[in-house]
């Protein structure tokens, strides 16, 4: 049972997420019914291809539903105005950024836009937010580099700090620990976890990590080919939403352990 005093942030009804290509339609999964509070972090998992990245781009209006609603603190996602909507919800996506010639610094300080004139000047208040998201991501020495210095792992952390930077309440992630070594991954994803429950933010990301977020996210999504199951991961590995997601000729999922091991 949810206190019932806990803000929903955001809720879809009946989605449907896919594709429209040339009059072609691929729908990806079809009635997802969510329900997202503040504070809790998310992790969204499922095998390759299932439609992780694509459901996270429909949450931010990246790409169109095919059918059904999203509501974003109980307004329709589509009725936002691009601005607005940047000072709700914040998405760090896989792809490559194009402003590689920028400093991180003020790749960081992209995040403050929608907060900022129309000569995009930060106040005092959008400098601190910048050295803040700066410093909680561990990437200090690396502000005065410019972004095509920076290997894979690195960029990671410095997308990750854009999006705390914009400080908006619903933060989305798609894959953000992938490049990261054990230590970072971890590190990230606690720290995402703090930042949760410290600063009252919904926070949903996509992950291969399944140890990682079971032990560490307050709900997940599976997804998996029968449609979606959510729930907190205690009653999640009860209902074998876990065991189910892969074929278990190779790995199977270990209860007790909360983890997957090679089948020997
Ligand atoms: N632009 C597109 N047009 C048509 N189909 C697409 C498009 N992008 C992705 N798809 C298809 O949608 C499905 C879901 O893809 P998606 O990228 O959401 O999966 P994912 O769970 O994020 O996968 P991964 O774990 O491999 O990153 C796949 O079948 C994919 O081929």
Redesign the pocket.
């Known amino acids: 049972m949810e206190p019932e005093n806990l803000h929903t942030v955001i809720r879809t009804e009946d989605l449907s997420?896919?594709?429209q290509?040339n009059k072609k339609l691929?729908v990806?999964a079809t009635d997802i019914n969510l329900k997202l509070h503040e504070g809790e972090l998310v992790g969204l998992v499922?095998?390759?291809?299932?439609?992780?990245?694509?459901?996270?781009?429909t949450l931010s209006r990246v790409?169109p539903t095919l059918h059904g609603k999203v509501y974003l603190s109980d307004k329709e996602l589509n009725s936002y105005k691009s601005l607005e909507l940047a000072s709700q919800l914040s998405i760090v996506l896989?792809e490559q950024i194009t402003s590689k010639n920028l400093l991180v610094k003020e790749l960081v300080a992209l995040g403050r836009q929608p907060y900022t004139n129309w000569v995009g000047k930060l106040t005092e208040e959008d400098i601190e937010k910048v050295e803040k998201a700066i410093e909680v991501t561990h990437i200090t020495d690396l502000a005065h580099k410019r972004c095509y210095e920076l290997s894979d792992g690195q960029l990671q952390k410095v997308l990750i700090a854009r999006a705390i930077a914009q400080d908006t309440p619903f933060i989305m992630l798609?894959?953000p620990t992938t490049h990261l070594d054990i230590y970072h991954k971890a590190y990230i994803l606690k720290l995402l976890k703090r930042l949760a429950t410290e600063t009252k933010k919904t926070i949903l990301f996509?992950t291969?990590e399944i140890d990682f977020a079971i032990q560490l996210c307050d709900k997940m999504i599976v997804?998996n080919k029968n449609g979606f199951e959510f729930g907190r991961p205690k009653e999640l590995i009860q209902c074998m939403a876990f065991s189910s997601l892969f074929p278990e000729d190779l790995i199977l999922f270990d209860e007790k352990s909360r983890r997957f091991s090679v089948r020997s």
């Open positions: 997420i896919g594709y290509n691929h990806v499922g095998a390759n291809g299932i439609g992780k990245s694509t459901l996270l781009r790409q896989t798609d894959e996509s291969h997804l």
